[in-house]
């Protein structure tokens, strides 16, 4: 019936009002408000065999944490031109770099799709953003687009149409998949003329693309990228050459040169093929390290010489350069002058790098450091190309990107600004020395991109990005700056002392674009230079001893420590256990004290706050803080937790069970929860800032003694304190599985010294192995233990012979806060810090081995790769853990989902419903045990008690009624689980529950208080469905009434039929 009144509705619009049928509804994606940074970043459409590596990764522009809410994400079939998938992004965000991927399960993405769903071509991916209807099936549209890939594999394949609609003026991609003879990837990078350009590579998903520009690679013949001198023959040197992908190199010749007397020393031919990714790795021939050219025999080691040297690529063959003569100026590929304190001769500068300087070698680093080129491949010649980094021989170089990147600007106090606007390169360099000697972190001029001069007010504003490696190099480079710029300074310009100040104008304004915020900057518009100076979170003090609650606070600190005006800042109070605001105080108004400090608080707190709060209102957590920044939007309370216009976040708790996932993923992603433990101190203690200035980093937070509007106490008398560390992670033995691991979780920075890893076995529960451990919590909060000879991503390594499921008994891994425990011992919960318990055999038992606790079941034969992994549990408060799951070494665990739910609705005959009243839990626990051994039985698909989600049952009338739901970790498995379900209503038979046997029933009813969320669903809908249904047939009565006036209107009956109508009236009437 329902389906009859829709169809009466639509003919009804139809007919009544065909001039409001024929306009579209929805505005023109011009007029709306899209703030279209969101971009497609890669794509992986072909990848050899069974297409089993395809994705298509997403970027947004700020680099940051970014809702997709609005988003859709269309891929079309150049077949037809019409889509054949379409994925709504609503509720979804990119992680901490701006990245966001959707491809199959083997490249860890954020939305799983099956195997070979990508096309290959001539076919299109397009993003979408608005109120668009977008569907599958639907015809290719521009409207609300925002980016798009016309994609193929063949030369001679054409989509016109898509092209057209989608890409005018842009042809069809070719993936090309010669391109590699492993596996490729279309990526999107900055061209020559700094515009967003489609081209092949090395496939990264989830990472930052490579982005060697090839045609500027492809018009080199060979170029430098980069060197690692030894200080002795045992040592490992190398020089590494880049050129076009698996191409062969002939007529080149390596020159090195003494950059005191300018002679040449050494020379050999170079020969060979470059790898898939245009590398060729020159070097000893007896080396642990492969090379592909390797050293004359003859020659003496080491190679490359100290500072000041130089190292020179020539077209010709090494018969033509003679040692002991100076290097010719013809002929000349490439060339890279070093030294480390003695400037080289200023005439082989000019011959080989002319107008440019030597590269200064300075190694603040520990270990080795090669000098890596960071400029490829639009730069040649030019030293100061270069940066100092960790060696990558036969890969891509570790250079400073985009992603930990900063606009820095300063004031120079000139009398002619005009003249010095020629001077760019000298101020950079002044500003490298400078940085690089407050920092000693081994900065040097490739860090910074795009310098630019102009005048204003007072003088000469030089404006520069500085990039970085990582967040942390980010943020020293930030506070050596800032150090350079305390206080008016003089500098040494060109031979000048010059005052650099912070800004040229005599009234510093608040910046409108606080850190934070770039997608509030309208399209088409300029970025600002971002001040250094920002407002962040300083401190947060939750949770106060005792019962008042009456001297909790929030200081926020402007690091230009200076009065700082709030106007369009907000700070909202976030609840983790719903993930919505539960209190948002608009800032505007409101301004820092003197010295940069603002302080949130209870009212009867000292010193006094700025804004005061009645006692007992900051949550202890697992709850939020989140700073943000916005001259248009809105924070109001009860809104859901959101990233738009995030400046600064701290997610906390002060006990260690609670968790607030959603709240870490949107304001914190990849982070972990900061633990205010109140053992700290026997008074009050706080969360403070002591470890850096960058926002949204956790790790820069450590328990201290409170301090309101004073500096945090960031003495070493008050280090950070850890919370407990957990086992996230253990990776158990098969036949295809390369390593064993075990995976810790804590605080980041958390050392381990003094803790200790055993692994027990056997009917007796006695200690196998044990290892004392060492180092520290990284700042993902993890960290990763290899148990079989490989090394983990932090170089620790641990034997454990055998870690099995497969033994006898039970078997534990156990972290104990003693450094060492004796083969043999017992296991004893003293000195426990966390423990795992595992078997292959199912126990009902509470305690095993002497750990509190539960034991987890595993297949006892599977040559899959198995791990046992730290979840959440749900809505559930009970103490199961762990689930069966995929490993995730060092990232984030493999874990079932409620977006992947199956609802559960079972039915059992039983002869006595007395025993299932009576032992209600203990037979509810084991009925979820036969039911995963029999979906497991099933689908063999990783599944364990932890998979069931709100798992209860009823009986009456010799019926037993089972509710629930059964969680994933992908669709596949959710499909999986489907069939499973399906088939065990399907076919009655006998199942086993404690030993008792009973049969399923086909005439199950889900029990009215069953808590499913598909009957909420219905009872929420039904008065709609009624309202709706009586609407839809009062048109329809509407519309055939009208409908039969217009054909009686447009036929009228003849006068024979109405002469007929009349008689028969009379007679009728008579």
């Known amino acids: 019936m329902g389906d009859i009144w829709h169809i009466g509705l639509m003919v009804l619009v139809y007919v009544w009002f065909p001039k409001v049928a024929a306009q579209n509804l929805i505005k023109n994606p011009r007029d709306q408000k899209t703030e279209q940074t969101l971009l497609i970043s890669e794509v992986n459409t072909d990848s050899p065999g069974e297409d089993t590596s395809e994705f298509v990764e997403l970027y947004h522009t700020s680099g940051q944490t970014a809702r997709l809410d609005g988003y859709y994400l269309v891929f079309y079939n150049g077949n037809g031109n019409r889509a054949y998938k379409v994925l709504n992004l609503q509720g979804k965000v990119t992680n901490s770099q701006g990245l966001f991927l959707v491809g199959s399960s083997s490249v860890n993405p954020a939305i799983v799709i099956p195997k070979n769903t990508i096309q290959n071509g001539p076919d299109a991916i397009a993003l979408y953003y608005g109120k668009g209807n977008y569907k599958e099936g639907m015809s290719v549209t521009n409207y609300g687009l925002v980016d798009a890939l016309v994609h193929k594999t063949k030369k001679t394949d054409r989509a016109d149409t898509l092209v057209r609609v989608l890409t005018p003026g842009r042809e069809a991609f070719l993936e090309d998949s010669s391109f590699r003879t492993t596996d490729e990837s279309i990526e999107r990078c900055r061209g020559a003329d700094d515009q967003w350009i489609f081209q092949m590579a090395m496939p990264t998903p989830g990472a930052d693309n490579h982005c060697i520009l090839t045609p500027q690679l492809n018009a080199s013949a060979v170029l430098i990228s980069e060197v690692l001198a030894a200080s002795s023959s045992e040592e490992f040197e190398f020089i590494e050459l880049q050129g076009p992908h698996s191409t062969v190199l002939r007529d080149i010749v390596l020159v090195l040169i003494d950059g005191r007397t300018k002679d040449i020393y050494f020379t050999m031919d170079v020969y060979g093929k470059t790898s898939l990714d245009g590398l060729l790795l020159i070097g000893p021939a007896q080396s642990r390290t ?45 060339a890279f002058v070093y030294t480390s304190n003695e400037e080289p001769n200023p005439e082989l500068l000019e011959i080989l790098t002319p107008g440019r300087p030597a590269y200064k070698e300075k190694r603040h680093q520990l270990g080795e450091v090669s000098m890596n080129q960071c400029n490829c491949c639009s730069v040649t010649r030019d030293s100061l190309s270069y940066v100092l980094s960790r060696p990558t021989p036969g890969k891509f170089n570790d250079c400073p990107r985009r992603r930990f990147s900063q606009t820095l600007s300063f004031c120079l106090r000139v009398a002619d600004c005009q003249e010095w606007l020629l001077k760019s390169e000298e101020i ?8 690089d000697g407050s920092c000693s972190c081994g900065v040097s001029a490739a860090y910074f991109k795009e310098p630019k001069a102009a005048c204003q007010d007072l003088g000469l504003v030089f404006t520069t990005l500085l990039t970085a490696k990582s967040e942390d190099q980010l943020s020293s480079l930030l506070l050596a700056f800032k150090t350079f710029l305390e206080t008016p300074r003089l500098a040494r310009f060109d031979r000048m002392n010059i005052t650099a100040e912070s800004s040229c104008f005599n009234d510093i304004n608040v910046p409108d674009f606080p850190p934070g915020v770039p997608s509030e900057i ?84 000292s010193p006094a706050p700025m804004i005061r709060l009645p006692p007992n209102t900051i949550q202890n957590g697992a709850d939020a803080v989140a700073l943000y920044y916005s001259n248009t939007s809105l924070y109001a309370v009860d809104m859901a937790v959101t990233a738009e216009g995030l400046v600064d976040a701290v997610v906390y708790t002060s006990r260690v069970p609670e968790r607030a996932e959603q709240l870490v993923k949107v304001l914190v992603p990849g982070q972990r929860i900061l633990y205010e433990n109140d053992s700290h101190s026997t008074e009050d203690e706080s969360l403070s800032r002591c470890h850096s200035l960058s926002t949204k980093l956790q790790s820069s937070f450590q328990v201290t003694v409170v301090t309101p509007l004073r500096d945090n106490f960031c003495s070493g008398s008050s280090a950070l304190v850890p919370p407990a560390i957990h086992i996230s992670e253990l990776c158990l033995a098969s036949s295809t599985t390369p390593h064993r691991f075990v995976e810790l979780e804590g605080m980041p920075g958390t050392s381990l010294g003094g803790l200790s890893l055993v692994f027990f076995s056997g009917k007796e529960g006695e200690a196998r192995a044990s290892i004392p451990l060492r180092g520290t919590i990284g700042a993902t909060g993890l960290f990763v233990f290899v148990l079989d000879g490989g090394h983990g991503h932090d170089g620790t390594n641990l034997t454990f012979k055998d870690i099995s499921a497969a033994s006898e008994g039970f078997n534990a891994i156990a972290v104990y806060s003693t450094s060492l425990t004796p083969v043999g011992t017992k296991a004893t919960s003293g000195n426990l810090v966390d423990a795992l318990v595992y078997t292959c055999e199912p126990s009902t038992a509470a305690v095993h081995l002497g750990f509190p606790g539960p034991s987890y079941a595993v297949p006892c034969k599977d040559d899959r790769p198995m791990s046992l992994s730290r979840c959440a549990r749900g809505n559930d408060s009970a103490e199961l853990q762990f689930a069966v799951s995929d490993p995730t070494p060092g990232l984030q665990n493999s874990c079932p989902q409620e977006a992947f739910a199956v609802d559960l609705h079972l039915c059992l005959l039983t002869p006595n419903c007395s025993t299932w009243t009576l032992h209600h839990r203990r037979l509810l626990e084991s009925l979820g045990r036969a039911l995963v051994s029999s979906l497991e039985e099933k689908c063999s698909c990783g599944i364990s008690e932890l998979y069931l989600q709100e798992l209860n049952l009823t009986c009456t009338d010799s019926l037993v009624k089972v509710w629930g739901q059964v969680w994933a970790r992908q669709p596949e498995q959710q499909q999986s689980i489907e069939t499973w379900h399906q088939g065990f209503l399907a076919s009655p038979h006998p199942f086993s529950v404690d030993g008792r046997v009973l049969k399923t029933s086909p005439e199950c009813i889900a029990p009215k208080n069953a808590p499913s969320m598909s009957q909420d669903s219905s009872a929420s809908f039904q008065g709609w469905e009624i309202a709706l249904f009586v609407m839809g047939s009062l048109l329809l009565v509407f519309l055939l009434v009208g409908l039969a006036f217009y054909v009686i209107k447009r036929h009228p009956q003849n006068y024979t039929n109405i002469e007929m109508n009349d008689r028969g009236e009379i007679a009728a009437e008579f």
């Open 290 to 334: 492969p090379v592909d050219l390797p050293f004359p025999e003859t020659t003496t080691r080491p190679v490359l010489r100290g500072g000041p040297n130089a190292i020179a690529l020539y077209r010709g063959n090494s018969s033509s350069l003679v040692p002991g003569k100076a290097p010719p100026a013809t002929g000349l590929l490439d």
């Open 428 to 435: 950079l360099m002044t500003l490298v020395q400078a940085l």
């Open 522 to 605: 309208p399209e088409g518009t300029q970025e600002p230079s971002v001040q250094v100076a920002k407002l962040l979170i300083n401190e947060v003090n939750p949770d106060n001893p005792g019962g008042g609650e009456d001297a909790e606070y929030i200081e926020l600190f402007y690091t230009g420590q200076t009065r700082f005006d709030l106007q369009g800042y907000w700070l909202v109070l976030y609840n983790g256990k719903n993930s919505r605001a539960y209190r948002v105080l608009e800032l505007s108004g409101h301004h820092t004290d003197e010295l940069g400090y603002f302080l949130v608080g209870s009212s009867t707190m």
